[in-house]
DNA sequence: CAGATTAATATGTATATACTTATAGTTCAA
DNA sequence: TTGAACTATAAGTATATACATATTAATCTG
């Protein structure tokens, strides 16, 4: 089986696959060593790591110090989708874009925004809701809690002229974020500002970003009918 | 600014990231080259090269041969999320897992199926609708298209025992995958198959996945009332 | 025999060196 | 002035070597 020359870590990746995927290696199995194949494959060993260690980012395969290598029991298939700014989506489309401020005010949030903000109860926060549009028609609406501060300069920047979103993506670094994807189902408030009708089956997306001292901002995101968000793996 | 020892491309990574989030490198701008940052930094270059592949395989650095690397202008956020097989999904949250079969035969597909399965006119695949239950309630039904010249023992599997997608994701090696994520709106059909109201919003992922001869299946979740789907970065 | 100690081992990482490859920029020719 | 040919450059990769680290397995103790 020494088969042939695998001297990039792209065939020596070819090939476990292909071994995987033949049960040559089946799940739950050990493989043998990097300096094992190495050996077999003709390379370094350097080489049979940067193979392996990729695989074992796609979820392909466990690694484990002094273990060893195993053929993933449950390939977890991790899909990456890109996180788009709403503007670039719709532009992207070849759509004009638009968002308009629908209000924008400090209050103190509801305790389920407080406990995801992790602020102290009576703290006020900005509590924005934006509407943007593509072709004029509404695409998507945000309500957005920003913690105030966390964000300086926050108070002072022109939300009419760039949103929220934007603004914070380009001035305010974050380490992390949560996201889920659900759907509701339109009432009377969504209904009228979405242009849509009652009832109708709307795509939702929450997110929350933070850094390491504060959660800087929670949005919810509803969108008008048709939406949908495509990844590839 | 020869700032002390990176010599760990964990740090190097760090002290970069530093520098993208304090804008000591704005967006868009050209970073040193590798060579560069490893005298800087006091370690090789494979370590500085290491750091900064990361960073570009998450989206913050664009690198290009020659050109040299950048600050991502717009950093697409890209978040990971695992595609679970349903019985983990449920039992994972500690519920009972049980599936039925509501149908299961061989047509020829409608022209928005043919087209996903990329299959010729006339060509008869296998059509099932499962539906996955969680302590007993409709928890998600799955009407799924599977080209049988592609799955070799599909026909003689017991996919009362073991559900479809299992089944698949045990016995078919697939290489690609796509996604799409969006909500509709519960008609007749839908309520009756998940005991919930008409007209409520639901959450639907539709998902083909091929190898590189065929299109292998394609299904279309949709769950119950109340599914979220999440994930972190 | 339970629990602590030690050794063995596979992956993980760092480094110097060398070569490859894509491509931005320049030069040259039609 | 367009475009083809060339060149210089930065990332990309491969390799041998060395050492680090986590963790299993074996061994030693009480």
């Known amino acids: 089986m020494s088969a042939g020359e695998f001297n990039s870590w792209q065939t020596v990746q070819a090939e476990v696959l ?13 493989i043998p060593n990097e300096a094992e194949l190495a050996v077999e494959f003709g390379c370094a060993r350097a080489t049979v790591n940067r ?22 029991l449950n390939p977890v298939r991790k899909a990456t989708l890109a996180i788009p700014v709403i503007r670039y989506e719709i532009e992207g489309k070849g759509q ?4 308009t401020v629908l209000s924008k005010q400090r209050a103190a949030p509801p305790a389920g925004i407080r406990a995801r903000m992790r602020t102290e109860p009576g703290v ?5 809701v934006t509407l ?23 108070e002072t920047a022109d939300l009419n002229a760039q949103s929220a979103n934007e603004w914070l993506v380009a001035n ?14 339109a009432g009377p408030r969504e209904a009228e500002i979405l242009a849509c009708k009652e009832g109708e089956g709307l795509f939702v997306i929450e997110r929350s970003t933070w850094n390491a001292a504060h ?15 495509h990844t590839e793996i």
Chains 1, 2 share one sequence.
């Open 172 to 185: 305010i670094p974050f380490e992390g974020g949560d996201f889920t994807f659900s759907a509701m189902t």
């Open 96 to 99: 004009s874009y638009r968002h």
């Open 51 to 72: 193979a392996l260690r990729a695989l074992a980012e796609s979820g392909l395969l466990d690694r484990r110090r002094k273990a060893g290598t195993r053929v993933a």
């Open 132 to 154: 943007h549009l593509a072709d004029g028609k509404p695409y998507v609406f945000g309500d957005r809690w920003i913690n105030t501060e966390a964000v300086p300069g926050i």
């Open 18 to 30: 292909r071994r995987i995927n033949s049960r040559e290696w089946r799940p739950g199995e050990f």
């Open 124 to 128: 006020k926060l900005m509590h924005l």
């Open 215 to 229: 959660v800087i901002t929670t949005v919810r995101l509803t969108f008008a009918p048709g939406y949908r968000m």
